[in-house]
């Protein structure tokens, strides 16, 4: 079992930042995902980080403007997010699975979730 809680969210202008945190305990050599939920839309993927950091990947969305990392010493994983704009408004989500080779996931291939934290991002 994994818990998963995430901690960072806010309200922010466009163009600034900020940065979500995922605390991880039980077991938590997994990949690591973050994912989001815009009101009225589906649950969508944002980053991932493979189990040693080595392999990342984003959304054409986010690409070049967020950063997923992860401190497994200290069971967290990191998402930067800079030059944000209204349209990352969303409930942001933390997920841990078995690890894959997939550069883009989905929600199936997540074994565990956080419970989400809202980012608000105004114009």
């Known amino acids: 079992q994994v818990q998963l809680v995430e901690s960072g969210g806010g309200l922010v202008q466009a163009g600034g930042s900020l940065r979500l945190s995922c605390a991880a305990s039980?077991?938590?050599?997994?990949?690591m995902g973050w994912f989001r939920q815009a009101p009225g839309k589906e649950r969508e993927f944002v980053a991932r980080i493979s189990r040693f950091g080595l392999g990342t990947s984003y959304a054409d969305s986010v690409k070049g403007r967020f950063t997923i990392s992860r401190d497994n010493a200290k069971n967290t994983v990191y998402l930067q997010m800079n030059s944000l704009k209204p349209e990352d408004t969303a409930v942001y989500y933390c997920?841990?699975?078995?690890?894959?080779?997939?550069?883009?996931?989905?929600?199936?291939?997540?074994?565990?979730w956080g419970k989400g934290i809202l980012v608000t991002v105004s114009s």
């Open positions: 039980g077991r938590t050599l997994y990949l």
């Open positions: 997920a841990a699975g078995p690890d894959s080779y997939k550069m883009v996931l989905n929600t199936g291939d997540m074994d565990y």
